[in-house]
Structure formats: C-alpha cells, structure tokens
C-alpha cells in the first residue's frame, strides 16, 4: 500500500498541536495567575476542600477539570502540585477536543478550528481559568465535528445520540451556549441538504432549551441581574456611549490589537462567501456576528471588568471559525497551502497577546502575596482590611480575597495558612463587621488539614500600611 502523501490537513494539525504545547508551557508557568484568581480561587479551593462535585450555576458540563484535581488529592499531591493539575486540566479539554475532533471522529478541519478558536478572541480570559465562557471555544466544535464526521457519513442511531450528547454539552456549559449551538446547527442545516430531517430535532430541542431552560434551571443572582440589564436595555435611549462596543474598539487598535485579527478573518470569510455566491450562508455568518455583538452592546453597555467583557465576546471565534473551516475543507490543495501561512501568523500574534497578558494577571497575584506578608507580619491569622484602602493600592475586587488567600499562603505549608477579609468602612463600626465567609462543609474546624489550618478565634483588623 503506497504511503500517503503528507498534506495541508496534516501540517494544520501539527500547527495545532504546537499552539495547545505553548499553551500547556503557559498554563504550567503561570498556574499561580491562573487558580489564584476571583472566580477561580474560590472554586477551586472547593474542589479541594470538599468531597463532592461542585457545580456552579447549573453548568453541568463545566465539571471536567476538577475530576482531574480529586484525583491529584485522591494520590496525595500537595497544594501546589493541585493548583498546577487544575490550571493545564482547563487547557487539556479544549486539546482532548482538539484530538477527538482531529483523530477520532476524522474531522481534520473541525481540528484546526479548535486551535483558531482557542486563541482568536482570547487574551486576558486565558487567566481566568473557570470562566465557563471559556468552554465555548471547544464545545461547539465538538458538536460541529460530530456534523461533519459521523453524521454526515451516516452512521445512523449512534451518530444522533453523539449528537444530543455534543448538544447537551454545549447549551449546558453556558447561557449562551443556546445561541453558539443555534449557529453551528443551522450553518449545517443550510450546507447540507439531505441532513436536514436528522438536524431538526436538535435545532428544536436547542431552540426549546432557549425558551424553557431557565425554568428548569432558575438563573443565578449575577445572571438575572444580566437579564434584567439586557431588557432594560431594549427600552431605554440609546446611550451617546457604550461601554462594550469601546471595549472592542479599544482592543481591537487603540490599546491592543486582540480583536484586529477577528475582524481580518471576519472580512476574509464574507468575501469567501460572496465569491462562492453562498448569499444564504453569508446572511448567517453577518446576522451571528452582527447580532452577537449586538446582544452584548446592549446587555453590557455600562461595563464590566475587563476580564469579564472580554469573556462576553469569545464566542465570536466559534462563529468566524466554523465557517472558515468550511471553505478550508472545499479548497483546492494549493489553496490550502497557502492558507496555512495566515494560520499560523494569527496563532502566533495571539499566543503572543496572551503571554504578554501575564503581566496584568501578575499585578493581582502581586497584592495577594503583599496582603498575605502584611498579615503574617502582624502575626495574625484572619485578617481584616478595609476596602478603600485595598483599593488605593489597585487591588480591586476584594469579595474572593479569603480564598486567594487561604491558596496562596498554604503553599508554605499547612501551618502557614490564614486569611483575610475586605469590608467597607461602613461595615467596620459594626460591632461585629465580619460576616461567615465560609459555606457549609468549610467551617474552620472541618479544613482538610493536609492543605488548610485556620483558628476558630474571631478576625482581627490589620494595622493599616502605606502601599
């Protein structure tokens, strides 16, 4: 049997798995950045610290790393050892994605997709680890990979349970993933006729999910108040100013460049299609986009941190991504060659964003290590500091600091461990302005004392220092 020839499907693979390397590179040199940070510190303290699996906001398929970090503490890892296992476990589903995509459903295109995807919209939210945005650049590629490979082949009853449970996946991880799983099926829906009648019941129980889904999962306090901000949004004049569509422009060639190469490919596709006449697919493609950012204009148009607006726009990569990975499938050979050039200039130009990111997640790592000092300097163990003066540090955001906290400082040992706590001058002339900070099954005296040691005693204030 001849040998078969090496191609452009297999040099974008290889372009592939260099990029996941160099974010596996990043995720070990920057653990710290990554799971000692808000969101991330306070979840992952629970999943070391209890014994069940924890999911947050009904995000029920968000749950795959932390398997990872029970095993590592099942096998006795140190705290190090697991916050290290939590940060490349969130790298390792988008790559275990990428390698299904790739080999196991024989999808190569889907693959290379997933590597645009990882990086195309990602800068900041690279250290923002539990994120469930996050999982909306993988998930939905699945999903489209399981279009593309067995049911497109057509293999029957178990490509269409592949499917549900790709489906499933994705308008589970996210509140937005309704609208991420609405685009993929629909793109398919219009590029492949005789597909038609199997997409249909995924398009309706994608479209029911939307309309019913938060009756069955009651949205959290933060994602109401999301709602909330949306359909005021809908009624009020429009503002002379909106602080999601700076967001882009300021990030786009103002400030930096991350949304430059989203836009390039977001011209790319549309002339694509147009020169292919594919006027139907294009409506799609400008509609997604278009409305995506649009819902987001509206939703968040009196800002957010920067972290979080950005994780607002990271599904835009799945929507420029899916198309382009179509028309890459359709090319001729030559043109595919010629197509891994620009692939790899705008992997590397945001693999290269991304790294440079570390320095803004460092400053927050920073404060937590200057914090952690001061309190073992004062030779106390639950600490309280007020906010104003945190924030005349820059050390904003103060409602995870006990649990960053707690991390960052039981990386000297057990023993080393204590905690702090932020509260606002008014809170402070209350006779007792602590209030618990720990849920049930993480009262002081139930810490797994392989990690954590804290004293039942009542907080203290620290002694107020200059920054």
Known sequence: MAKRSFGPQQAFLIVGHVL?????????????????????????????????????????????????????????????????????????????????????????????????????????????????????LSYPLLLAAVIEGPLLRGSGHFATGLLIFALALVLLVHPVGFLIALF??????????????????????????????????PPSPYEAGLYSSAGSGFSEPVPSTNAALDFLRQHSWQDTTTYLPLWLLVLTTALLLTRARAWTALGLFVIAVIGYVAINAVTYRTGETAMMMEKNFLPLAVLVAIPLAGRLGIASRTQQWWALAPFIVVLFIQFRGISFASREAKERTDHIAQVVRETRENGIRKAIYRSTELDERGFYIHWALPFETILFSSLDGPSQCLTAIAITDTEATNEDPVRSIFDEGMKEEQLDKRYFTLPNGPFEFIKETSS
């Not at 219009?190 to 309309?211: E, F, I, N, T």
């Open 20 to 136: 996941f390397f160099g974010l596996f590179a990043l995720a070990a040199i920057h653990f710290l950045e990554r799971t000692i940070h808000v969101d991330s510190a306070y979840q992952i303290f629970k999943w070391i610290q209890l014994s069940g699996v924890e999911v947050e906001a009904h995000r029920y398929s968000a749950i795959l790393p932390q398997f990872l970090v029970k095993l590592g503490k099942g096998m006795g890892v140190g705290l190090s050892g697991l916050l290290l296992l939590a940060s490349l476990a969130h790298v390792g589903v988008a790559y275990l994605i990428f390698l299904i995509t790739a080999y196991v459903l024989r999808t190569p295109w889907i693959a290379a997709a997933t590597a645009l995807s990882a990086v195309l919209c990602t800068r900041l939210t690279f250290y923002g680890i539990v994120l469930e945005a996050n999982y909306l």
């Open 184 to 217: 993929v099926i629909a793109w398919y829906f219009l590029h492949h006729d005789h597909l038609r009648k199997r997409l249909v019941l995924p398009l309706s129980l994608a479209v029911a999910w939307s309309l019913f889904g938060r009756v069955v999962f």
